[in-house]
């Protein structure tokens, strides 16, 4: 099965900081890469689809790049609503594998 | 507005078996992939099963296959999980959550607390 692992596991950033998280996959999946964020009691919400498609609504500091193992999440500009800890998973053949999440926190 | 309520969540007794469901609203429930996905207390996400549109195809996580079943029936809008043989280990919230054509999970239930204590 493909592993899916993220980098850092957690960090703390100030507000205006760009902030970049790193998932990486054990195979190729080409841009099968999804990014959620959970926020603190709430429900994982969908950012991202397809390594880099932007959901609507999702504010535009939000950008996420990379294909084949090598995959980013990016936030331009930490805001304190972004305190939350963001997951990607695979979306190519089962096992759909979450990385083992990135909590963010502010400084 | 789509909406996934999870129902039959609880404390049982490991070895023993539980039954969620997910009664779906707000879309067309019978073209859409439907999949459980489950975080321990503290932990992070695991995806648990998968089934298409028209349940004829269904996909387990290594954890759970053997013991879980999903499935759906489409005249009622609503999503299983039939759980046997639990364990400590299956302690978690479970969301059901409405898939994104092959693109993630768009949309998730609010949860189902499942804990197996004796």
């Known amino acids: 099965d493909i592993q899916m692992t993220q980098s850092p596991s957690s960090l703390s950033a100030s507000v205006g900081d760009r902030i970049t998280i790193t998932c990486r996959a054990s195979?190729?999946?080409?841009?099968?890469l999804v990014w959620y964020q959970q926020k603190p009691g709430k429900v994982p919400k969908l950012l991202i689809d397809t390594a880099s498609t932007l959901q609507s609504g999702v504010p535009s500091r939000f950008s996420g790049s990379g294909s084949g193992t090598h995959f980013t999440l990016t936030i331009s500009s930490l805001q304190p609503e972004d305190v939350a800890t963001y997951y990607c998973?695979?979306?190519?053949?089962?096992?759909?594998?979450f990385g083992q999440g990135t909590r963010l926190d502010l400084k | 507005q789509v909406q996934l309520v999870e129902s039959g969540g609880g404390v049982v007794q490991p070895g023993r078996s539980l039954r969620l469901s997910c009664a779906a609203s707000g879309f067309t429930f019978r073209t859409f992939g439907m999949h459980w996905v489950r975080q321990a207390p503290g932990q992070g996400l695991e995806w648990v099963a998968s089934i298409r549109n028209d349940g004829s195809q269904e996909y387990y996580a290594d954890s759970v296959r053997g013991r879980f079943t999903i499935s759906r029936d489409n005249s009622r809008d609503t999503l299983y999980l039939e759980m046997n043989s639990l364990t400590a280990e299956d302690t978690a919230v479970y969301y059901c959550?409405?898939?994104?054509?092959?693109?993630?999970?768009?949309?998730w239930g609010q949860g189902a607390l499942v804990t197996v204590s004796s």
């Open positions: 195979q190729d999946i080409r841009n099968n």
């Open positions: 998973q695979k979306y190519v053949s089962a096992p759909l594998t």
């Open positions: 959550a409405k898939d994104w054509n092959d693109r993630g999970f768009d949309y």
